[in-house]
T-cell receptor, first 110, second 112 residues
Framework: DAKTTQPNSMESNEEEPVHLPCNHSTISGTDYIHWYRQLPSQGPEYVIHGLTSNVNNRMASLAIAEDRKSSTLILHRATLRDAAVYYCILFNSGNTPLVFGKGTRLSVIA | EAQVTQNPRYLITVTGKKLTVTCSQNMNHEYMSWYRQDPGLGLRQIYYSMNVEVTDKGDVPEGYKVSRKEKRNFPLILESPSPNQTSLYFC???????????FGSGTRLTVV
């Protein structure tokens, strides 16, 4: 399975942008890049996904490097409710299902 | 509301007593999956199903069974639960072609 590497933890101030990095140097051409987050005591929540182009939705933006070996999840204005573990996952829709790594624990400081 | 519903939310049982955790989705998703989450080990996949009557093992299938007789339901069966199956369980569903997954709220199982 293609692997991802994320920092164990990050910290952000409230109302500031947050850039969560993910490296996936062994990504294949058919792998989608998915991001999920898990708030305390809840199930994982889908955030965003993309294949090659940058993506935006109401929750976040996903910036994908041109060679696709890395990506960055961007939260434009962090709030206290964004404190969670964020998972970057490679998903090959034609084959294996989601495989969760350790993720990045984001702390937001008021 | 589009959702994945798991029941029960909490369950305490004794070793060896068969139990079933139900999972149902109302989004007509083809793909469904079960995960367990343990401290320090993260989320690990137990079983998944790509469609009705199509199931396959994930990373930690031992001690579990599943069935997919209809599209909306994907129950997780523990025929003879043991204490090492004490965990937090999540069901998830998705459209097959690379879409985002919707997760249930979780079932916290304790086997004593």
């Amino acid at each position: 399975d293609a692997k991802t590497t994320q920092p164990n933890s990050m910290e952000s101030n409230e109302e500031e942008p947050v850039h969560l990095p993910c490296n996936h140097s062994t990504i294949s051409g058919t792998d989608y890049i998915h991001w999920y987050r898990q708030l305390p005591s809840q199930g994982p929540e889908y955030v965003i996904h993309g294949l090659t182009s940058n993506v935006n939705n109401r929750m976040a933006s996903l910036a994908i490097a041109e060679d696709r070996k890395s990506s960055t999840l961007i939260l434009h204005r962090a709030t206290l409710r964004d404190a969670a573990v964020y998972y970057c996952i490679l998903f090959n829709s034609g084959n294996t299902p989601l495989v969760f790594g350790k993720g990045t624990r984001l702390s937001v400081i008021a | 509301e589009a959702q994945v519903t798991q029941n029960p939310r909490y369950l305490i049982t004794v070793t060896g007593k068969k139990l079933t955790v139900t999972c149902s989705q109302n989004m007509n998703h083809e793909y469904m999956s079960w995960y367990r989450q343990d401290p320090g080990l993260g989320l690990r996949q137990i079983y998944y199903s790509m469609n009705v009557e199509v199931t396959d093992k994930g990373d930690v299938p031992e001690g579990y069974k599943v069935s997919r007789k209809e599209k909306r339901n994907f129950p997780l069966i523990l025929e003879s639960p043991s204490p090492n199956q004490t965990s937090l369980y999540f069901c998830a569903s998705s459209l097959f072609k690379g879409g985002g997954y919707t997760f249930g709220s979780g079932t916290r199982l304790t086997v004593v």
